[in-house]
């Protein structure tokens, strides 16, 4: 079976860290994705990890363990404007992404 | 400017009437997406195209059709047999050589 999962809502603080946490099932694995989505918009892209281990992007950070199928977004230095849902995702061994729910995160002053 | 867009951003439907989705993509990809999103919840595939004139049904395919008759159209037909078709849709495209997923804009669905 497939299954993804993260929680549903986080809240921080301006100028904090922040993880977003993801867990996955799957019977093949072909990478994992994190997206960013602003209520009403277009999911847009942040990360991509194939293989194990820290990717770091600017202020955005994504870590992969496939032995323990999980991956985790971070976020240093938050702003107001990281206020998003973050997405989870991989694909499945037929080639189809898959999503978590999405993980709300507000980010207060 | 190359991109992917989306038709129109917000549609009214009155019960029992089909409606169709337009998706445009002008960056020459093979592969195409429809997904839907719910408040509070995920993508889920609704119809997946590789090719054109070719086309395979996702994990919510019941409700809705699609055609490929060109590579830069994909466009999605929501019917009268969807039961509940209230919900955000975002058409998304895909390289060959790459496996990043394009979003348009969506369109946020409404039946009255």
């Known amino acids: 079976g497939q299954n993804i999962d993260q929680p549903t809502e986080m809240t921080a603080t301006e100028g904090a860290i922040v993880q977003i946490n993801c867990t996955y099932q799957t019977s093949g694995f072909n990478g994992l994705f994190w997206y960013q989505q602003h209520a009403g918009e277009a999911p847009t892209f942040l990360s991509y990890?194939?293989?194990?281990g820290l990717e770091e992007k600017g202020r955005f950070s994504s870590f992969l363990s496939r032995s323990k199928g999980y991956s985790y977004l971070l976020l240093k230095e938050l702003q107001m404007k990281d206020s998003a849902s973050y997405l989870c995702?991989?694909?499945?061994?037929?080639?189809?992404?898959?999503f978590g729910q999405g993980t709300e995160l507000s980010v207060k002053p | 400017d190359g991109g992917i867009t989306q038709s129109p951003k917000y549609l009214f439907r009155k019960e029992g009437q089909n409606v169709t989705l337009s998706c445009e993509q002008n960056l020459n990809h093979d592969a195409m997406y429809w997904y839907r999103q719910d408040p509070g919840q995920g993508l889920r595939l609704i119809y997946y195209?590789?090719?054109?004139?070719?086309?395979q049904k996702g994990d919510i395919a019941e409700g809705y059709s699609v055609s490929r008759e060109k590579k830069e159209s994909f466009p999605l037909t929501v019917t009268s047999a969807q039961k509940n078709p209230t919900a955000f849709y975002l058409c998304?495209?895909?390289?060959?050589?790459?496996?990043?997923?394009?979003f348009g804009p969506g369109t946020r669905l409404t039946v009255l």
């Open positions: 998304a495209s895909q390289s060959g050589g790459d496996n990043e997923q394009f």
């Open positions: 990890n194939v293989l194990d």
């Open positions: 195209s590789q090719i054109v004139n070719d086309f």
């Open positions: 995702a991989h694909y499945n061994q037929g080639g189809k992404l898959i």
